[in-house]
Structures are given as structure tokens and as C-alpha cells.
């Protein structure tokens, strides 16, 4: 984590930054990035010195963060980031699939030449082997995808989605089919947007949204049997 918090932004300067909420922006995109990986240990003294803020200005992040389910407070030892379980996994994908299937068939502002892209960054980390920039691009693709509904309130809600997402795409690294079959998903729905087939795309991504659930549900419950 030391790494990490030289990199932290300070809040000195910002008309907003000593707010809670800021704070806990700034935590869930360290996440959503894979920064801060399930089970690290977030040190009050630690964040507050690094950013810059307050204590109370990060217990309030942290209740945040909490309330939505991205670290978790254990009694006398600390603040961690959070390893979604099985209910955590189906409460993602609930939301997923009210969002991104409705993002595929009618965004606005859907851009398939940043989804283009995207994949090509993609097909580059599935030959080079390389599991975390897959899921970076995964992760890129999918934010990407909500950004065609042109709603700010919908991507902030991605934000949060795509940072338990993180979480629970940290438990597939030993499983790295689970990443790599997913860029070529990916790179399907792409192809039919590009034909103009937005109903097919938004069906496919329905089927998609399922089959990964699943995926993730039985490694987690293979995962607990051992």
C-alpha cells in the first residue's frame, strides 16, 4: 500500500477535496482500478496524512464505502477492502443487467470507435498473457458501454458497480480463462454494433451478463468446499 499513497491526491487546494465524499471518490477509483486489492488493511493515520484530510473527513468516506459494500469494518482490527461472497456477486449482475443491455439498445451516445479501441487494447493483453490489463480493459469497455446512456447519475452508479466488480474479478486470477474468453465476448457485441444490430448486441449482453454470474458463482462456491 505504501506505493499507493504517494500517488494519493491531496486535498490541499480543492474547494472540495476535505469532504468525505471526495474522499471516498477517490478510494473507489484506487479500487475500480485495481490499486487496492481485496483484504488490504486501510490505515486511518496512514490515508489522512497522505491526502491530506482529516480522520473524521475519512471515517465519513468510510462509512460511505461501507454503505455500499467496497471495505468492511472489523472490530478491533481495522478497515479492509471488501472480497464480495456469492449475494454480493448477485447484487452486481442485478444491476448490470437492468443497465447495460438498456445502454446497448438505446445510448445515445454510444461511441463503437472507443469500444473498437478498446478492444484492440484487449486482443494486445490476451497475447501478451497479461490477466490484470485484460481486466483493465474489461473494466474500460464496460465503463464505456454505460457512457452511452449520456446519464451522469447512471455512470457514477457504474463507478461503484465496477469497483466491487474489481474486487470480485480479483478472485478469478487464478482462473484466467475467466478473462481471456471475455475480450472475445467483448469483441462481438462490438462487431454487431457496428452493423447497426443494437437489439442482438443488447440480447447478447443479456446472455453474457448471465453466463458470467454464473462463472463467478461456481468458482466462488469452489473456492469454499477447499
Given at each position: 500500500?505504501?506505493?499507493?499513497?504517494?500517488?494519493?491526491?491531496?486535498?490541499?487546494?480543492?474547494?472540495?477535496?476535505?469532504?468525505?465524499?471526495?474522499?471516498?471518490?477517490?478510494?473507489?477509483?484506487?479500487?475500480?482500478?485495481?490499486?487496492?486489492?481485496?483484504?488490504?488493511?486501510?490505515?486511518?493515520?496512514?490515508?489522512?496524512?497522505a491526502m491530506g484530510v482529516s480522520r473524521n473527513t475519512l471515517r465519513e468516506a468510510f462509512a460511505v464505502l461501507d454503505h455500499e459494500l467496497v471495505i468492511t469494518r472489523i472490530p478491533n482490527r481495522g478497515v479492509f477492502v471488501s472480497s464480495p461472497g456469492p449475494e454480493g456477486v448477485r447484487e452486481i449482475y442485478a444491476v448490470r443487467r437492468m443497465i447495460?443491455?438498456?445502454?446497448?439498445?438505446?445510448?445515445?451516445?454510444?461511441?463503437?470507435?472507443?469500444?473498437?479501441?478498446?478492444?484492440?487494447?484487449?486482443?494486445?493483453?490476451?497475447?501478451?498473457?497479461?490477466?490484470?490489463?485484460?481486466?483493465?480493459?474489461?473494466?474500460?469497455?464496460?465503463?464505456?458501454?454505460?457512457?452511452?446512456?449520456?446519464?451522469?447519475?447512471?455512470?457514477?452508479?457504474?463507478?461503484?458497480?465496477?469497483?466491487?466488480?474489481?474486487?470480485?474479478?480479483?478472485?478469478?486470477?487464478?482462473?484466467?480463462?475467466?478473462?481471456?474468453?471475455?475480450?472475445?465476448?467483448?469483441?462481438?457485441?462490438?462487431?454487431?454494433?457496428?452493423?447497426?444490430?443494437?437489439?442482438?448486441?443488447?440480447?447478447?449482453?443479456?446472455?453474457?451478463?448471465?453466463?458470467?454470474?454464473?462463472?463467478?458463482?461456481?468458482?466462488?462456491?469452489?473456492?469454499?468446499?477447499?
Amino acid at each position: 500500500m505504501n506505493a499507493l499513497l504517494s500517488s494519493l491526491p491531496l486535498a490541499e487546494g480543492s474547494t472540495h477535496a476535505h469532504t468525505g465524499a471526495w474522499v471516498a471518490a477517490v478510494l473507489r477509483s484506487r479500487i475500480a482500478e485495481g490499486q487496492l486489492l481485496p483484504g488490504t488493511k486501510l490505515s486511518e493515520q496512514a490515508l489522512s496524512a497522505a491526502m491530506g484530510v482529516s480522520r473524521n473527513t475519512l471515517r465519513e468516506a468510510f462509512a460511505v464505502l461501507d454503505h455500499e459494500l467496497v471495505i468492511t469494518r472489523i472490530p478491533n482490527r481495522g478497515v479492509f477492502v471488501s472480497s464480495p461472497g456469492p449475494e454480493g456477486v448477485r447484487e452486481i449482475y442485478a444491476v448490470r443487467r437492468m443497465i447495460e443491455p438498456a445502454a446497448v439498445l438505446w445510448g445515445p451516445d454510444l461511441d463503437v470507435a472507443a469500444l473498437e479501441s478498446i478492444i484492440v487494447d484487449a486482443r494486445a493483453a490476451l497475447k501478451a498473457g497479461d490477466i490484470a490489463k485484460m481486466a483493465d480493459a474489461n473494466q474500460c469497455f464496460h465503463e464505456e458501454l454505460v457512457r452511452a446512456t449520456g446519464s451522469v447519475h447512471l455512470q457514477e452508479l457504474m463507478t461503484k458497480v465496477l469497483a466491487r466488480m474489481r474486487l470480485v474479478f480479483h478472485a478469478m486470477g487464478d482462473a484466467p480463462d475467466f478473462h481471456s474468453h471475455y475480450v472475445e465476448l467483448n469483441a462481438t457485441l462490438v462487431d454487431l454494433l457496428q452493423s447497426g444490430k443494437r437489439e442482438q448486441a443488447s440480447e447478447e449482453m443479456r446472455g453474457y451478463l448471465d453466463r458470467a454470474e454464473a462463472e463467478l458463482l461456481a468458482h466462488i462456491a469452489a473456492d469454499e468446499e477447499h
